[in-house]
């Protein structure tokens, strides 16, 4: 991220594209929202409740992969309702595609996926099934596959570690514990 608005500008840029990109896409939600119930208070009530968090906007103020991260879910989630309205491949093609890319920006949202392949269901034939289960399974191989590509081409080397390990693990193998009660007893007391 910080090398493409490098290329555009100067990464000092970063946060208020980012910034940017998460208004855009929570817009993009509530209109596609207000596009699929057609109720315009509702719609109000719904994007209200998706733009009213504090630590949303927190996080957006800085250079945090959250922000980020709720850009590329909202688009994920207004990608789904629009499949819900028209079930195709190509719109689970879409929702495998800014899976990807979320799943590039913050590795814990690999879960993605998993959407994406029950999102298939919603397909009518067979064959339009299997389409969107192997575009949901392409777009997973691809977006684990881009981390030891880039340092193939980097560094001359795949070895890398899994983008899943570093973004789902670090956070509970890295994360201080709970402090335990010394006195097993003592949780039966």
């Excluded at 595609?97 to 799943?103: F, G, N, S």
């Excluded at 691809?142 to 880039?150: C, E, M, Q, R, Y």
């Amino acid at each position: 991220f910080l090398w493409v608005v490098n290329l555009f500008g100067s990464p000092v840029l970063a946060v208020t594209v980012q910034q940017l990109l998460l208004i855009m896409s929570l817009f993009l939600l509530g209109l596609t929202f207000y596009r699929w119930s057609g109720r315009p208070i509702l719609s109000v009530l719904f994007q209200l409740g998706v733009v009213l968090s504090p630590q949303m906007w927190k996080f957006s103020g800085g250079m945090h992969p959250e922000a980020l991260g709720t850009a590329t879910v909202a688009l994920w989630c207004a990608q789904l309702i629009r499949t819900f309205q028209t079930p195709s491949p190509r719109a689970i093609g879409f929702l495998s595609v800014i899976a990807a890319l979320a799943m590039l920006v913050k590795p814990s949202l690999v879960m993605l996926f998993v959407g994406t392949a029950v999102a298939s269901f919603l397909l009518q034939t067979s064959r339009e099934l299997g389409v969107g289960l192997i575009l949901a399974a392409a777009g997973l191989i691809i977006s684990l596959a881009v981390t030891p590509l880039a340092n193939l081409l980097l560094h001359g080397s795949t070895a890398s570690g899994s983008p899943v390990a570093r973004g789902v693990l670090q956070h509970t193998l890295f994360c201080t514990p709970s402090k335990l009660p010394t006195d097993p007893r003592s949780a039966f007391g």
